[in-house]
């Protein structure tokens, strides 16, 4: 059975008309980037947003929200790697009353808050396996069944996911189903890293020393001396760590933001959490030492040495042999590190 409507248009507020946030874009990759979201936002098609941590995946959705003709509808946006296992599958579907311990009442999911609107599924890659093969039927029939409930509920929400990890290399190893994959990704749009396009570095600057100004009720001055140190620097957190920089700076020096204050407090490395993304921030040391770090990052973050290996496309042994020999003490007398060559050939 087919329901339309109490679900569907469960009891969201609507939205105040909603207007496009202010999103910098002088760079041509950015341009670039931006034409191609203005352009897909008007058809129905699902799309996939990838890129780094911070680089404006979550501004991207909005606009394409906005540009589309569903602007009036709800825009709702959940963290795949936010979500709780157990409670999951009714956070995006809903339950009904007496699904589970616990569930007093009936409650609409993601699905039904997003209403005729765009819905956001972040960090998508985070999906349980199993809540994947589920989210495939409801995008491929077009209906989904709240916990514990027999009654299929017609979905108009688009679809649109999000995520800063490698899909296809997460789909060749067997951690993200591969339909899925293909159902969501009908349009790619890749969001460049704030390296890849520095020109933006500059007004962005000028927007976050804007906004800093607002926030803390003073005058902000953000100096050539910071803009030149802003367009140097690797920004591993892209415009999520600019911004926090230009904040943090702002409030601490009296609103004088300058190259050392803007760079004085290392923004904290990404974590290797799920969700994370993959810029692994290596802590300077020597050749050797850097390779030890970046050799016990990756196995921490699979959680064994096969795992690793295999994310590395290396033999098992290859991998257990240099993580032997980075931790073996260095002799100095031997220059390159232990690891040299076969890591080089590995291409890691
Ligand atoms: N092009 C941009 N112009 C202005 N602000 C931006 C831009 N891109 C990102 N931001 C800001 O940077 C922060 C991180 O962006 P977000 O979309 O959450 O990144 P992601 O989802 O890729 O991690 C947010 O505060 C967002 O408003
Ligand atoms: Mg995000």
């Not at 009036?72 to 999951?88: D, M, Y």
């Not at 490698?166 to 390296?195: K, Q």
């Not at 926030?215 to 957190?237: F, I």
């Amino acid at each position: 059975m087919r329901l339309h409507g109490r679900w569907g248009t469960a009891t969201m507020a609507r939205p105040i008309p909603p207007s496009v946030p202010e999103v910098v874009c002088r760079s041509p990759a950015m341009r670039a980037t931006w034409r191609k979201l203005e352009r897909i936002a008007h058809f129905d098609l699902p799309v996939l947003l990838c890129g780094e941590t911070g680089v404006g995946k979550d501004v991207a959705a909005r606009t394409l929200h906005l540009r589309s003709a569903r602007r009036h509808e709800p825009f709702v946006a959940v963290n795949c790697a936010a979500i709780a296992r157990g409670v999951a599958e009714s956070e995006l579907f809903g339950h009904v009353r007496g699904a589970y311990t616990g569930a007093e009442r009936t409650r609409g999911g993601a699905f039904v808050r997003a209403g005729g609107g765009t819905l956001l599924l972040d960090e998508i890659a985070e999906l349980p396996l199993e809540l994947q093969a589920k989210l495939l039927r409801v995008l491929e029939n077009g209906t989904f069944v709240p916990v514990g409930s027999d009654v299929e509920v017609v979905h108009r929400a688009r679809v649109v996911a999000a995520t800063c990890r490698d899909l296809p290399r997460l789909v060749a190893e067997g951690r993200f189903r591969e339909d899925l994959y293909h159902r969501l990704s009908v349009v790619v749009v890749r969001i460049p890293a704030l390296r890849e396009r520095r020109e933006d570095i500059g007004p962005l600057l000028d927007a976050f020393g804007a906004e800093a100004a607002r926030r803390l009720g003073r005058p902000v001055h953000v100096t050539a001396s910071a803009r030149v140190a802003a367009e140097r620097h690797a920004w591993p957190g892209n415009v999520r760590a600019l911004k926090n920089a230009v904040l943090r700076a702002a409030a601490l020096n009296d609103g004088l933001v300058d190259g050392d204050v803007l760079l004085a407090e290392p923004a904290p490395a990404p974590s290797s959490a799920p969700g994370a993304c993959d810029v692994i921030v290596v802590p300077r040391g020597t050749y050797r030492e850097m390779q030890a770090h970046l050799l016990r990052h990756v196995v921490a973050e699979h959680g064994s040495i096969r795992r690793a290996a295999a994310a590395l496309a290396v033999p098992r042994s290859t991998l257990a042999e240099w993580l032997k020999r980075a931790d073996t003490p260095s002799r100095r007398t031997t220059g390159a590190g232990p690891c040299t060559g076969s890591l080089d050939a590995a291409g890691a």
